[in-house]
């Protein structure tokens, strides 16, 4: 069954990125941002995409102060910032308009080190999964995304 999706996907047009299953069962992703590689957490539950503070050096973010307050993941009220017209690619699917939040990370990577997983520069949220008309394949690991 699952060949048989793979194969009508990338018929229909889709790109196949893999996705790596941590400790934390959460999947890993790797995607570029404005031709930065770097890894996030694929969390179909955020809202908007995101990065770390420091993560506006990393990728070259035009970052903006924002009145939006963070909640997730265990905290509340966490202070952002944003960034607006950047580029990202996964696998071989690309957008050059993103929207990314900049928050204090510090939780959710001091979470994965606790779990012998990998910490990570953000999360890929449901805007990028929409955007790319998203479909995840749980089974295989597979993220598929329509180009």
């Known amino acids: 069954m699952t060949e048989k999706l793979q194969q009508f996907l990338l018929e229909k047009g889709y790109s196949k990125t893999k996705l790596k299953l941590t400790k934390t069962n959460h999947f890993e992703i790797k995607a570029s941002i404005n031709g930065k ?7 179909t539950g955020a809202s908007n995409s995101c990065v770390g503070f420091e993560a506006s050096k990393t990728f070259n973010l035009k970052v903006k102060d924002s009145e939006i307050m963070a909640a997730g993941a265990g905290a509340i009220n966490m202070e952002t910032k944003m ?3 950047n580029k990202i690619k996964i696998g ?56």
């Open 37 to 43: 590689n770097g890894l996030f957490i694929l969390d």
């Open 83 to 85: 960034s607006k017209k």
């Open 92 to 147: 071989k699917w690309k957008y050059d308009k993103v929207i990314l939040v900049l928050f204090n990370l510090t939780h959710v990577n001091t979470a994965l080190i606790n779990h012998n997983a990998k910490p990570v520069d953000g999360i890929i949220g449901a805007d990028i999964l929409k955007k790319g008309k998203a479909i995840i394949d749980y089974d295989k690991k597979h993220l598929y995304l329509k180009l």
